[in-house]
Structures are given as structure tokens and as C-alpha cells.
């Protein structure tokens, strides 16, 4: 069945410092991953995402890595912020591409 | 542009009454998908529809209906609330030219008692 989950549910890291927060899928069949994060008493937003064809993808202060042969899909935040302080959540696009499915989260703290 | 109106934000309802969740969109886009999420979990898929007309279940579909009878609008129905139904309840739009990037309303926190 398809299902997204995270190894680890918390991460506190230091002001400044990179943030890697990893995510195990188990659909190999899905052509996009996705990241989104959501602060505190809002609705998620999108952040990144990246299609199966590729390794890596670059954004803004982040970068998404995709490893296909063990299903494993990563976010690394450069120079950490208090601003970054949210819950992450992966998810993989099926089929229709409207169909979202999400991993459990991971809470990331920054601490200043 | 309002983006994606959720309503009510908060709600209590008894067990065994009904009630619909408000959804509504401004962007024209073609998908519309409800996912519920309780703490400390991820956001599962309710019901979701590709298209004015068109619905699908998700992974929890059991104890609620939709319809989309018009691209702006989604409700969300629960026919006899149960305490399992507690939750956080998110409605999300996506285009059809960027599937990935989910637009979310800021969420009904339902309780039922």
C-alpha cells in the first residue's frame, strides 16, 4: 500500500547550524516528492519539491535529496533560523497528481 | 484572492449529529482534497476530486460524504459524529499545472463530545 514515514519525529538543532531531516517512502511509483512545512496553528505549506527522474534539487536555503534505490527522501535547511521552527512533513503525489499523501512529520527546533 | 476559506474554524458537536465542513477556493483550481490530522500524526486523506462532478475516497473515508457540484466549492459531510472524529480537519486546492504544491485553508478544529 502507499504510505510515507519519517525516522525521526523531533530535531532540535542550534541557530546557524544545517538541519537534515530525513523521510522512508515506500511508493516507488510516485513521480513527484514533496515537502511541505507547517507552522504552528496553520494549514501546511509547500516548501520544495522534486521529481522522481532527478537526485537533488536546490531552492532557496534548501535542498531536497532523493535516493530511489533505498526510497529515501531528505530536506536540508542551510543556516538554520527561529523563523524555520515547524513541524515537516514529506509526501508523494499519485496518482491522480492531486492525491497527496503524507508522512507522519518531524518537529524541527531552533534553538537560538 | 482569499485563497482557500475554511468554515467553521472551530466546531462542537454531540455524538450522532451531523454537520457539513465548509470549503471554498478562489484560484480556479482543479483539485480539492480534505485530510483530517489528529496530534502528533500526519495529515491523512479523507476524500479528494479531481473535477466539478468527480470524487474519490482517500486512506479514512468511512463516516463522511462530499460532493463537488462546482469548482470553488468542496463541503465536507459527517453523517452521525463520533469522538473518533476529533480532529483537525484541513482542506487543500491544487492546479492542475503544478500538482505538487497544495494550497491549505487554515483548518477546522472539530470536537466531538
Not at chain 1, 527561529?82 to 491522480?96: Q, R, T
Not at chain 2, 465542513?21 to 478562489?26: E, V
Not at chain 2, 463541503?75 to 484541513?90: G, H, K
Amino acid at each position: 500500500g502507499e504510505s510515507v514515514g519519517l525516522h525521526l519525529p523531533t530535531l532540535s538543532v542550534q541557530e546557524g547550524d544545517n538541519s537534515i531531516i530525513n523521510c522512508a517512502y515506500s511508493n516507488s511509483a510516485s513521480d513527484y516528492f514533496i515537502w511541505y512545512k507547517q507552522e504552528s496553528g496553520k494549514g501546511p505549506q509547500f516548501i520544495i519539491d522534486i521529481r522522481s527522474n532527478m537526485d537533488k534539487r536546490q531552492g532557496q536555503r534548501v535542498t531536497v535529496l532523493l535516493n530511489k534505490t533505498v526510497k529515501h527522501l531528505s530536506l536540508q535547511i542551510a543556516a538554520t533560523q527561529p523563523g524555520d521552527s515547524a513541524v515537516y512533513f514529506c509526501a508523494e503525489n499519485s496518482v491522480p497528481r492531486g492525491k497527496l499523501i503524507f508522512g507522519q512529520g518531524t518537529e524541527l527546533s531552533v534553538k537560538p | 484572492n482569499a485563497g482557500v476559506t475554511q468554515t467553521p474554524k472551530f466546531q462542537v458537536l454531540k455524538t450522532g449529529q451531523s454537520m457539513t465542513l465548509q470549503c471554498a477556493q478562489d484560484m480556479n483550481h482543479e483539485y480539492m482534497s480534505w485530510y483530517r490530522q489528529d496530534p502528533g500524526m500526519g495529515l491523512r486523506l479523507i476524500h479528494y476530486s479531481v473535477g466539478a462532478g468527480i470524487t474519490d475516497q482517500g486512506e479514512v473515508p468511512n463516516g463522511y460524504n462530499v460532493s463537488r457540484s462546482t469548482t470553488e466549492d468542496f463541503p465536507l459531510r459527517l453523517l452521525s459524529a463520533a469522538p473518533s472524529q476529533t480532529s483537525v480537519y484541513f482542506c487543500a486546492s491544487i492546479s492542475i499545472g503544478k500538482g505538487t504544491e497544495a494550497f491549505f485553508g487554515q483548518g477546522t478544529r472539530l470536537t466531538v463530545v
